[in-house]
């Protein structure tokens, strides 16, 4: 066998090669410890987005993230508005689900168990720095987010220009005290006291005034109601909740000087475009219905009324995107929900594809110096809203509620206290 001799290397020589070793042992700790997730270094990812909005809103805002993340492909797929919650609620409980969806704002209580709540780098202060105050009462439970908004479209006052200029009124109300003073001006009732014109649409339940349970929460929230408290573990309505439901209800009460409407009289979008009505209540995508329904009608918006001397308070419901706890790629999803919602571009482009209010802070600046938003970007700043568990079912059991006291079924009072607890049984 041959003999193999080790050769000897100089001092200089011994320093080269373990400085050599040295600098390939840090590189290979550093590309151990400190490599990027695979996501992030081109491995493609699909992931599946379902929602109610026509395709031609969401698709462009889809397209741009793929502009931001190439590897990521998000398809939409556009769901009928009348029976999506039933549809997604069944594919998540098969397994079949989207990634990422739309829901509404008041249903993260509802739908909590089914969501991956976000990363811890969407914080109390990420939320306070990009979004109203209201975001984040709406999508934060037990201290985790688990959505972000897409837009904050809140309540505004519609009012017919001509029925107002007839009764010789200069602007429209601005307070409600201001909203019970011009009824008389407004109303025209027969010898029967059946009202022939109505003032506002105002004391119905939603079978024909759609908002009924915003406009509710409205007056609560303005009244200083107390809601619900941080932990979102209980409801109180106490006095201030009962006042606004009882002010609410005169409008639709025959005996009071404020009666106005009632549910007979129909749709208050229709009886708006028909000029049988000279204001209602309602969020501004309204507005676009109501030209539909008659294109000639001098229709303008004002700021939803306040309280006389409070603080201005406007409501809001509004889509957020929210990623299934059933997604493979959910941290990918939330990447997605997190840029979309947060990049002032895609969300401006929204905004105006949409005609929405921005939820993005830095795109309602932008919106409030245009004087055609000016009134609901200003409103989006001045949004309060209550964690309400299950948006539908407040609403059926606010219906209930204002349905007792116009019928005189039930007093205000104990309409209230039923009410209150009624609310409480929808906490899961």
Known sequence: ?????????????????????????????????????????????????????????????????????????????????????????????????????????????????????????????????????????????????????????????????????????????????????????????????????????????????????????????????PLTNQAHSSVQLATQGEAALRFYSQFANPASATYTWNDSLGSSYQQLADGKVAMIIAYPSALADIKELNPFADIRVAPVPQATGGTPRSYGEYPILAVSKQSANAAWGWDLVQTMTTNKTIMADYAKATGRTAALTSVIADQMADPSTQVVATQALQARSWFQWDGVGVRREVDRAIADVVSGVSTSQRATVALEQRLRALIR
């Open 1 to 225: 066998m041959p003999n193999f001799s080790i050769p000897q290397l100089r001092p200089n020589q011994i320093a080269i090669v373990i400085g050599a070793v040295g600098v390939v042992a840090v590189v290979i700790i550093a590309f151990l410890f400190f490599r990027k997730p695979t996501g992030d270094v081109g491995v493609p990812v699909t992931l599946t987005v379902w929602g109610t909005e026509p395709s031609e809103h969401v698709t462009p805002a889809l397209l741009a993230y793929k502009g931001i993340r190439p590897n990521v492909t998000a398809t939409y797929r556009e769901m009928n508005p009348l029976t999506y919650t039933d549809t997604l609620v069944d594919a998540l409980a098969a397994g079949e689900g989207p990634d990422v969806f739309t829901m509404p704002s008041t249903d993260v209580g509802l739908m909590r168990s089914k969501l991956t709540p976000a990363p811890s780098t969407v914080s109390a202060n990420f939320l306070q720095s990009n979004f109203p105050k209201a975001v984040e009462t709406d999508v934060t439970d037990g201290g985790q987010v688990y959505g972000l908004p897409l837009s904050l479209d809140t309540l505004v006052l519609l009012y017919n220009r001509d029925l107002l200029d007839a009764a010789g009124i200069v602007a429209a109300p601005t307070t409600w005290d201001e909203v019970a003073q011009v009824v008389p001006r407004l109303v025209a009732v027969d010898d029967q006291n059946q009202v022939q014109r109505a003032a506002i649409a105002l004391g119905g339940t939603s079978s024909s005034v759609k908002e009924a349970g915003d406009i509710v929460s409205l007056l609560m929230l303005q009244n200083g109601a």
